[in-house]
T-cell receptor
Framework: DADVTQTPRNRITKTGKRIMLECSQT?????MYWYRQDPGLGLRLIYY???????NKGEISDGYSVSRQAQAKFSLSLESAIPNQTALYFC??????????????FGPGTRLTVL | KQEVTQIPAALSVPEGENLVLNCSFT??????LQWFRQDPGKGLTSLLL?????REQTSGRLNASLDKSSGRSTLYIAASQPGDSATYLC??????????FGTGTRLQVTL
């Protein structure tokens, strides 16, 4: 069974729609992250959370918001989707208290297309 | 701001060859460096993690080295196989556990 799951795996939506991407983990990790991947640009950090009460902006947070509903769940929302948010989105987890060197573990990704 | 560069962007080799992928980073104040593998349409699989105080890590046919002072890491793949075909990503962990990724090297191993 996958330790980090993302839903949906694929989503096509229209400009202006509100979209939520969900991430769940069974690893028991405290830290969770959202990244987006664009061709030729690598992965970039959107938001990260070190525990349920801690939310931090990453490199490219404009146009996104997040919610940490529980230790195991971290959701990413696009309040009003725009075409340049078309990308592959990854969730990741880590916990320096549980794994060596604070290694990050990634989910399978969500491919989002905004028309 | 940390920047991570991977060279080459793409590489095609015949099966059986040994190969080296390169990664460089601009800020040597890193906590660790990870090499990931990404298959088309799939997530990231962590291959090797090198702590900042270490010089290298090995896993099977893979060997990763780290020279923190010069801002460089290499991933050595021995006796390449078609199943090694994928994109390889390098990422460094800096402050607040944030990963900065390179843009990757797309590897194709041909029969």
């Amino acid at each position: 069974d996958a330790d980090v799951t993302q839903t949906p795996r694929n989503r096509i939506t229209k400009t202006g729609k509100r979209i939520m991407l969900e991430c769940s983990q069974t690893k028991g990790h405290d830290r969770m992250y959202w990244y987006r991947q664009d061709p030729g640009l690598g992965l970039r950090l959107i938001y990260y959370s070190f525990d349920v009460k801690d939310i931090n902006k990453g490199e490219i947070s404009d146009g996104y918001s997040v919610s940490r509903q529980a230790q195991a769940k971290f959701s990413l929302s696009l309040e009003s989707a725009i075409p340049n948010q078309t990308a592959l989105y990854f969730c990741a987890t880590s916990d320096p208290g549980l794994t060596a060197y604070n290694e990050q573990f990634f989910g399978p990704g969500t491919r989002l297309t905004v028309l | 701001k940390q920047e991570v560069t991977q060279i080459p962007a793409a590489l095609s080799v015949p099966e059986g060859e040994n190969l080296v992928l390169n990664c460089s980073f601009t800020d040597s104040a890193i906590y660790n460096l990870q090499w990931f593998r990404q298959d088309p349409g799939k997530g990231l699989t962590s291959l090797l993690l090198i702590q900042s105080s270490q010089r290298e890590q090995t896993s099977g046919r893979l060997n990763a080295s780290l020279d923190k002072s010069s801002g460089r890491s290499t991933l050595y793949i021995a006796a390449s196989q078609p199943g090694d075909s994928a994109t390889y990503l390098c990422a460094v962990t800096g402050t607040a556990s944030k990963l900065t990724f390179g843009t990757g090297t797309r590897l194709q191993v041909t029969l």
